[in-house]
């Protein structure tokens, strides 16, 4: 009789992060296991699709909207001063929408998806809260379609989960911002929550120390970490949300 043996769950990611044992076992690993090009086409499908229709219903119970408009409100992240901002991975506009309520009425806003749909429904939501003309750009973050500088201000909210290895990521966010610009970064961390967000969305979790080091390595400081509250800080909770430069 043959018996067939499950390979067991690998303690590091293909990037060589390491896997903390309860994300192990919670998380989901389809990024681990099929192709990138397999893994674009599932986030393609699962945001476009019902789920995705839901996703501000979703920010808005889980808090994020408004404990997101909070830290551009009291300016934590300051959007005053920026001329171009470029909001990565817009979803349903729930960071662009602060963007255009927070930075100087002058500002330009680029958003840019993966998903056609997000993007059509990022285009409905942001009319109705203000008539501020805004870009919408269909793009991977990997393969932005700008040219280097072009940007003095980059928001990305939870979309850095979505690559199975950060660097390309990374490495085209730095190129398109100038030096100096700044960019608002926030994403899952490999704590109980994000274990739970990565089965519910299919994203990866980061461990916080290994992503500011490689950060930093690309050139991208690290110039405040930012909480939502307090009681965020204090139970390490929300994900990690940092404020960057760009060296
Ligand atoms: C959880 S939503 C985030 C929406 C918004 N930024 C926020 O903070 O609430 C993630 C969005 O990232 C998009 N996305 C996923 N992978 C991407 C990629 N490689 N390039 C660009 N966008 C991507 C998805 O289509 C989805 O709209």
């Not at 255009?100 to 993966?114: G, H, I, Q, R």
């Not at 008539?131 to 700008?146: E, G, I, M, N, T």
């Not at 989960?161 to 085209?172: A, I, Q, S, V, Y």
């Not at 700044?182 to 990866?204: I, K, P, Q």
């Amino acid at each position: 009789m043959t018996q067939t043996i499950e390979p067991r769950r690998p303690r590091r990611r293909p990037d060589g992060q390491r896997i903390k044992p309860l994300n192990r076992l919670i998380e989901n690993d389809l990024i681990r296991k099929v192709s990138a090009d397999e893994y674009r086409s599932k986030v393609k499908r699962v945001y476009g699709g019902p789920k995705g229709a839901f996703l501000t219903t979703c920010s808005m119970l889980s808090l994020h909207i408004p404990l997101g408009e909070r830290i551009f409100r009291a300016r934590k992240f300051d959007l005053r001063g920026a001329r171009a901002v470029l909001d990565v991975g817009s979803g349903a506009g729930q960071i662009a929408g602060h963007v255009l309520k927070y930075s100087d009425p002058e500002a330009t806003l680029t958003c840019t998806d993966l998903s056609h749909q997000m993007l059509r429904r990022a285009r409905r939501r942001l009319a109705e809260k203000s008539r501020r003309p805004s870009r919408f750009v269909a793009a991977d973050l990997a393969h932005l379609p700008f040219a280097d500088g072009s940007f003095d201000c980059i928001t990305c909210g939870y979309v850095l989960e979505h690559l199975p290895d950060p660097e390309p990521g990374l490495r085209e966010m730095a190129r398109v911002l100038e030096p100096g610009g700044r960019m608002f970064l926030l994403t899952t961390e490999d704590n109980f929550s994000g274990a739970w967000t990565s089965r519910l969305w299919y994203c990866r979790t980061y461990n916080r120390g290994e992503l500011k080091r490689l950060c930093e390595k690309l050139g991208l400081e690290w110039s405040q970490e930012i909480w939502f509250t307090k009681m965020h800080k204090a139970m390490r909770a929300g994900g990690i949300c940092v404020e960057i430069v760009r060296q």
